[in-house]
């Protein structure tokens, strides 16, 4: 009897009960306090953490975080502000006082501020933050400078405040660095600070994702100050890195905003950038032919660590990512190239978490191609192929090559076996690849970060369908069946995005339902044309839907209020 009962299974946790660690890696969790089974073994007590709905939930943190750093920027654009919310400390106070330091109050990602170095200066008339956010020099006279730029940069408090309200963004934008280094960096010598391009393209994030908030108020000057360090970065070997990291910033900053020319030149440079100096293959340690006439390559210095080998290995996803998928939506070609062999393949590892680098839990590849062992179907054992960034990366993929397939495609010519092979198979690729995806009604049990990233993963991934099916959908009954089946499926999606999502999603979610839209504008026009007794209800509910959405979004991404115009000046002449 005692061994029955000894090998009788625990019983099954109700959804949403387990541990945040464990729904992230999709263990089964036994919902023990303070810390589970699970976590306990893997020796992360402190990781454990519940989100059982008693409390508030991660996004409701999040956004009362971002009001305490807006908050406390206020207060340091004007000392005579004050806030019953936060208390405010003298910066003359610790500017005297080499023990003091200052922190955001309530802040989960809290550390002492040390001020013995900042700009203020008890003797100005003037608070020397706000002369920064004006873009005014500080009266100080031992301004925070650096080599590479003539203005002074934020004290030391602001950057880091500024970094904050950037970092629950941070998977929105992609940039793939440890923000817990990028904050400290801010203490360090100038020699070996990240350079002002990139501190300054962060700071703009910073203040874009505030909108409509004070702070947004200062876009404008982080902008004028980051492109105005990039002709500086540039001289800087060392400094190729920011240059690429801050180029992405700048890319999806104007992408997102509607200015389309200037997007699409930051994102060319930074894939030109990330080729020539080998990052795509950067693990491998490969070296291009040369000879005589060769100008010497860019080549990056070792990393120093995991952490530093990770951000590279994220960076030049960001790169691929921003390069596949604007790509599609700018219609032009992509800049790093399709080529499987010779120096320009990719053979970086999947992007992993960033807690998996800390680790040292980084992917050992010899001479693996990435990108083409996926389309290629072979199997795998690489553990970073799975992470919430890496089937973002792939849905990138498939979302290019499938408009690359179909654009190829002469109508008057009849397909050839080539075409239909490889179609058959792209198709199969991405079909397969959504069933390895987390079904979309189990989206709300997820963790708020997970969410936003399987949001645009699928999105992407029924896009591409929709993006492979739709020029032969006027043609043929069964490509435009499963065109608008995909289409159905982003409005399913869209059902279980809240209100509270839309300001995490990524904008590359925009063009994707305008996709989306035009396929059911389509069916919309057949309905009514051809079948006139037939109720086109449900059609103009799946596009209220779509309508509904592209609107919201469009509130933090002007882009998208373009294509919202459009759709409502078709749908006006129906």
């Not at 654009?77 to 106070?93: A, F, I, K």
Request: glycine share 4%; aromatic share 8%.
């Amino acid at each position: 009897m005692a061994s029955n009962q000894s090998t009788t299974p625990p019983p099954t946790l109700q959804r949403g009960k387990a541990c945040l660690r464990c729904r992230k890696r999709k263990m089964r969790c036994d919902g023990s306090k303070p810390a589970c089974q699970q976590c306990v073994r893997a020796k992360q007590h402190d990781a454990c953490q519940y989100d059982d709905g008693k409390g508030k939930t991660r996004t409701q943190l999040l956004r009362e975080h971002i009001e305490r750093l807006e908050q406390r920027i206020r207060e340091l654009e004007d000392p005579e502000y004050t806030s019953p919310s936060v208390t405010l400390h003298d910066p003359h106070r610790h500017g005297r006082s080499e023990s003091s330091s200052s922190s955001l109050t309530g802040s989960p990602a809290s550390t002492g501020f040390s001020l013995s170095v900042s700009s203020f200066s008890p003797s100005a008339n003037n608070s020397p933050q706000s002369s920064w956010i004006q873009g005014i020099p500080s009266p100080s006279p031992t301004p925070f400078t650096d080599i590479y730029h003539e203005e002074p940069q934020p004290t030391i408090e602001l950057a880091q405040t500024l970094v904050d309200v950037f970092f629950s963004h941070s998977r929105q934008s992609l940039l793939g660095l440890h923000m817990g280094r990028l904050r400290e960096s801010f203490t360090r010598p100038v020699m070996e600070q990240h350079h002002p391009v990139l501190t300054n393209a962060i700071f703009l994030w910073a203040c874009y994702i505030s909108r409509p908030g004070p702070l947004s108020t200062h876009e404008s000057h982080y902008l004028s100050r980051a492109l105005d360090s990039l002709s500086d970065a540039i001289q800087y070997q060392n400094r190729l890195l920011d240059v690429i990291q801050a180029s992405c910033l700048l890319s999806v900053y104007f992408l997102s905003n509607g200015r389309s020319l200037e997007g699409s030149y930051h994102a060319n440079a930074a894939a030109s950038l990330a080729i020539q100096c080998g990052l795509h293959g950067a693990m491998t340690n490969r070296s291009p032919f040369e000879t005589t006439a060769s100008i010497s390559p860019f080549k990056l210095d070792p990393p120093k660590d995991a952490i530093e080998q990770g951000e590279r290995i994220l960076t030049f996803w960001h790169v691929f990512v921003l390069d596949r998928c604007w790509s599609v939506v700018l219609h032009k070609p992509v800049t790093i190239p399709h080529g499987s062999d010779g120096y320009a393949s990719i053979t970086m590892p999947w992007p992993q978490d960033m807690e998996e680098y800390v680790a040292g839990q980084i992917d050992d590849l010899h001479s693996f191609h990435t990108v083409r062992s996926f389309f290629e179907h072979q199997v795998t054992n690489v553990r970073g192929g799975f992470s919430p960034l890496a089937l973002r990366v792939k849905a990138s993929a498939l979302f290019e090559r499938a408009h690359h397939l179909a654009s190829t495609w002469d109508q008057p010519l009849v397909m050839s076996s080539a075409f239909t092979d490889d179609f058959q198979t792209l198709e199969h690729t991405i079909a397969r690849f959504i069933q390895t995806l987390i079904p979309v009604h189990q989206l709300d049990a997820t963790v708020p970060d997970e969410k936003h990233a399987y949001i645009a993963t699928h999105t992407l991934a029924h896009a591409a369908m929709i993006n492979l099916y739709y020029p032969f959908g006027a043609e043929d009954p069964v490509s435009y069946e499963k065109c608008l089946r995909a289409a159905r499926c982003l409005v399913s999606i869209i059902k279980h995005i809240a209100d509270t999502d839309y300001e995490y999603l990524d904008p590359i979610i925009g063009p994707c339902w305008t996709c989306a839209v035009d396929t059911l504008i389509r069916e919309l026009n057949v309905i009514e044309s051809s079948w006139p007794l037939v109720s086109s209800s449900d059609v103009r509910s799946e596009i209220g839907t779509m309508l509904y959405a592209m609107n919201n979004l469009s509130a933090r991404f002007p882009l998208l209020g373009y294509s919202v115009a459009k759709v409502q000046k078709r749908l006006s002449g129906l």
